[in-house]
């Protein structure tokens, strides 16, 4: 599975991006989907994670209600919807395929190349 992060930018504090996630390959129905995020001098953390049927989410505290991860199995993407961006919302954004929908990064399988998210306060 191959994995490609878009939908970053600058945004304000306040304001809204969509991020897209578009895998290759006929498997990516059977995978859970995560996104993490790593902002400049700190670890990779878990932002959210969908079941692989997508009937499942489960998100990071600090994001719960901001946030909302979706998948289209059909067009092998999966979305983060971010509302509501704060300054500490910056970092680079990954999307990640593993077998199970685990907020440990270390389950995933594949990675993609992460798209970066800046707010301005």
């Known amino acids: 599975v191959q994995l490609q992060a878009s939908g970053g930018g600058l945004v304000q504090a306040g304001g809204s991006l969509r991020l897209s996630c578009a895998a290759s390959g006929r498997t990516f129905s059977s995978y859970a989907m995560g996104w993490f995020r790593q902002a400049p001098g700190k670890e990779r953390e878990f932002v959210a994670v969908?079941?692989?049927?997508?009937?499942?989410?489960y998100y990071k505290d600090s994001v719960k209600g901001r946030f909302t991860i979706s998948r289209d199995n059909a067009k092998n993407t999966v979305y983060l919807q971010m509302n509501s961006l704060k300054p500490e919302d910056t970092a680079v954004y990954s999307c990640a395929a593993g077998r199970v929908p685990y907020s440990d990064p270390n389950k995933y399988d594949y990675w993609g190349r992460g798209t970066l998210v800046t707010v301005s306060s």
């Open positions: 969908i079941s692989a049927s997508g009937g499942s989410t």
